[in-house]
């Protein structure tokens, strides 16, 4: 079976200072990885994923996301946080094999404070 | 190009009731998912269509709840007979060809209240 825990349910940062939120995951065979961003009474939006290369992955908004292997992390970043980036973000993982759907963690919550 | 339309938008009935969720992917994409998303948790996968047939339903509470995707497009999830725990935001969500690779466009959700 495949999971995903996101450690923190709020992260609290400052306007300009960056920001981190955690995503570890389980899963066998070799993982796709995706963050999601929800806004109140809206659906998820796409903002990045890992496939296969490069370990650090760049998608919308400025955020970014670094996969470890070795951790089993693919944390999601971004050098600068703005207010509006106030939102519920949940990581999801894939397999290439088998069952192939999304299993999502239970998300953080990213408080941006002017 | 449009999104994953969904309707309604907000749903209130009375357990025990019936209720049915509509919903209309993005254009070409071959498969569709509902999710169940409750409130704190992240969506759980209730079931995958690739075109009009279905992939993965194995979390899918068969007792009570019913999909379908005629021709390959629209799709409707139902619910009957309703309870309290289904109260939660029902999620449609398509992509172009459903491998594990694919992203996953969301529509805006149907949140449904069962009293």
């Known amino acids: 079976a495949q999971s995903v825990a996101q450690p923190e349910d709020q992260v609290n940062v400052a306007e300009g200072n960056p920001l981190t939120v955690k995503c570890t995951y389980s899963?066998?065979?070799?993982?796709?990885l995706f963050w999601y961003v929800q806004y109140p009474n809206r659906g998820l939006q796409f903002l990045l994923k890992?496939?296969?290369?490069?370990?650090l992955v760049k998608g919308s908004y400025g955020f970014e996301a670094e996969f470890n292997k070795s951790q089993t992390s693919f944390h999601l970043k971004k050098p600068s946080a703005l207010v509006s980036d106030s939102a519920l973000y949940f990581c999801a993982v894939a397999r290439d094999t088998g069952r192939r759907a999304l299993t999502f963690g239970s998300g953080t919550r990213l408080q941006v404070q002017p | 190009e449009a999104g994953v339309a969904q309707s309604p938008r907000y749903k209130i009935i009375e357990k025990r009731q019936s209720v049915a969720f509509w919903c209309n992917p993005i254009?070409?994409?071959?498969?569709l998912y509902w999710y169940q998303q409750i409130l704190g948790q992240g969506p759980k996968l209730l079931i995958q269509?690739?075109?009009?047939?279905?992939?993965?339903d194995s979390q899918l509470p068969k007792d009570r709840f019913s999909a379908e995707r005629l021709k390959g497009v629209d799709s409707t999830l139902k619910i009957q007979p309703a309870k309290l725990e289904d109260s939660a935001v029902y999620l449609c969500?398509?992509?172009?060809?459903?491998?594990?690779?694919?992203?996953?466009?969301f529509g805006p959700g149907t949140r449904l209240t069962v009293l």
């Open positions: 890992y496939i296969t290369g490069d370990n």
């Open positions: 969500a398509s992509s172009l060809m459903g491998g594990g690779t694919d992203t996953q466009y």
């Open positions: 269509f690739q075109n009009n047939g279905v992939v993965d």
């Open positions: 254009s070409g994409h071959a498969t």
């Open positions: 899963v066998s065979g070799n993982p796709y």
